[in-house]
């Protein structure tokens, strides 16, 4: 099982700063097949980068995927209010699939 | 457009039964692949099984096996998840998932629903 591993737990900053998440994989990731999902409270999850580095449909811009491997990020440039949230990695490239334990962004 | 609608969560006791249902809309069913995720109160995210498009593969993650199944009838574009002898640790909102494509290994997942809330009490 390949176990991911988010840092940090959590994130505070102030809206127009830079965000930078981390994904660690205890095994490399076949293919790149890593996602980002967005959680906010009381809804369900969305997916925001797939492929490690792909911007799904209405993804804004400021969001970027990076890495491979056993190593990968998401960046958000430029925060904006409704990016305050929680964020997951997940690898779909075996089973069983995995996800990161989540990296909550709040308003410092 | 796209919607997928879970049903079937409620309230049961341990050691009972229940079976999730997940309706969807707006796209081929039987096309993609569908994955049952589920999170417990305040935690994180938890994949619980999937299923590709024509039923021919299932995964399931291992410590549920024997109490989980994973179905789907592409007839009537439903999935299911029947849940048996459920346990405390079992409680959570289960989220149905539809897949970017029909296999469910290097797919991610594109669409989800609201998701339903199991309680084992």
């Known amino acids: 099982e390949i176990v991911l591993t988010q840092s940090p737990g959590t994130l505070s900053l102030s809206p127009g700063e830079r965000a930078t998440l981390s994904c660690r994989a205890s095994?490399?990731?076949?293919?790149?097949?890593l996602a980002w999902y967005q959680q906010k409270p009381g809804q369900a999850p969305r997916v925001l980068i797939y492929d490690a580095s792909n911007r799904a449909t209405g993804t804004p811009d400021r969001f970027s995927g990076s890495g491979s491997g056993t190593d990968f990020a998401l960046t958000i440039n430029r925060l904006e209010p409704e990016d305050f949230a929680v964020y997951y990695c997940?690898?779909?490239?075996?089973?069983?699939?995995?996800f990161g334990q989540g990296t909550k962004v709040e308003i410092k | 457009e796209v919607q997928l609608v879970e049903s079937g969560g409620g309230l049961v006791q341990p050691g009972g039964s229940l079976r999730l249902s997940c309706t969807a809309s707006g796209f081929t069913f039987s096309n993609y692949a569908m994955t049952w995720v589920r999170q417990a109160p305040g935690k994180g995210l938890q994949w619980v099984s999937s299923?590709?498009?024509?039923?021919?593969?299932?995964f399931s993650a291992d410590p549920l096996k024997g109490r989980f199944t994973i179905s789907r009838d592409n007839s009537k574009n439903i999935l299911y998840l029947q849940m048996n002898n459920l346990r405390a640790e079992d409680t959570a909102i289960y989220y149905c998932a539809k897949g970017r494509g029909f296999m469910v290994l290097g797919y991610y997942m594109d669409v989800w629903g609201k998701g339903t809330t199991v309680t084992v009490s």
């Open positions: 095994q490399s990731v076949r293919g790149t097949y």
């Open positions: 997940q690898q779909y490239g075996g089973s069983p699939w995995t």
């Open positions: 299923i590709s498009g024509g039923s021919g593969t299932t």
